[in-house]
C-alpha cells in the first residue's frame, strides 16, 4: 500500500525563482497537510485541507507562498518568488476522519534556496 | 508560552539504559496526545498514542499527567536502533490539527 507521495524529494533553485511541492496523499485520506521543518522553530503546520477545501492557513508564512488541493489525490505548494529564508524540509502528511487521527507523513522535500 | 515544549537533548545513554523525555502542553482543553519518532532525514512516524491512565508497547511506556499538563516517555533497556528524534504531539478538542513539540534527540552509545 503506497504512502504519502512528495516530489521532488530535493530541490535546488536561485533567489526569486519559483519553486512547486507536489504531494500525493493517501487514497481515501481526506484530510492533506503541509508542513516545514527548520531546525529553529521545528515543524510548523503551514495549512491543511479538508476534502479537498483549504480549512486553516493560518500557518502560511506570506503572500510568497500558496497551496491548492485540485482533487483527492493531489494538492501543490507553491512558493513565489523563493527567498534564501525558505529553505527547509517540506513535509505532506493526510489523516483520514479527524485532525486529531494519526497523520501519515511523505518523504519530504528538502528545499535550498541560493 | 509555546503551545508543546520539549527538553531538546541530546540526551546521550549507553546501551541498556533507561531514559525519560518529558513534554509540557500550555492548552488545557487538549484531548488527544501521541509520540512520534524521527529518524535522521526521515519524515516523522508514530510511535504510540498516549492514553490517560498511561499506556506500554514493549520497552516503551507513555504517561499523561492532566493536572500537570504533561506527559512523558519511558525507553527500557535501549537498543542503538533508537537513536532518534522523539516529538511529542498534542491536540486539542474539535477540528483542531496535531501540533508538535521540537523534539528530544537521542543518542543510544555501544
Known amino acids: 500500500d503506497a504512502g504519502v507521495i512528495q516530489s521532488p524529494r530535493h530541490e535546488v533553485t536561485e533567489m526569486g525563482q519559483e519553486v512547486t511541492l507536489r504531494c500525493k496523499p493517501i487514497s481515501g485520506h481526506d484530510y492533506l497537510f503541509w508542513y516545514r521543518q527548520t531546525m529553529m522553530r521545528g515543524l510548523e503546520l503551514l495549512i491543511y485541507f479538508n476534502n479537498n477545501v483549504p480549512i486553516d492557513d493560518s500557518g502560511m508564512p506570506e503572500d510568497r507562498f500558496s497551496a491548492k488541493m485540485p482533487n483527492a489525490s493531489f494538492s501543490t505548494l507553491k512558493i513565489q518568488p523563493s527567498e534564501p529564508r525558505d529553505s527547509a524540509v517540506y513535509f505532506c502528511?493526510?489523516?483520514?476522519?479527524?485532525?486529531?487521527?494519526?497523520?501519515?507523513f511523505g518523504p519530504g522535500t528538502r528545499l535550498l534556496v541560493l | 508560552r509555546k503551545e508543546v515544549e520539549q527538553d531538546p537533548g541530546p540526551f546521550n545513554v549507553p546501551e541498556g539504559a533507561t531514559v525519560a523525555f518529558n513534554c509540557t502542553y500550555s492548552n488545557s482543553a487538549s484531548q488527544s496526545f501521541f509520540w512520534y519518532r524521527q529518524d535522521c532525514r526521515k519524515e516523522p512516524k508514530l510511535l504510540m498514542s498516549v492514553y490517560s491512565s498511561g499506556n506500554e508497547d514493549g520497552r516503551f511506556t507513555a504517561q499523561l499527567n492532566r493536572a500537570s499538563q504533561y506527559i512523558s516517555l519511558l525507553i527500557r533497556d535501549s537498543k542503538l536502533s533508537d537513536s532518534a528524534t522523539y516529538l511529542c504531539v498534542v491536540s486539542a478538542s474539535g477540528n483542531t490539527p496535531l501540533v508538535f513539540g521540537k523534539g528530544t534527540r537521542l543518542s543510544v552509545i555501544a
Open positions: 502528511a493526510s489523516s483520514r476522519d479527524s485532525t486529531q487521527e494519526t497523520q501519515y
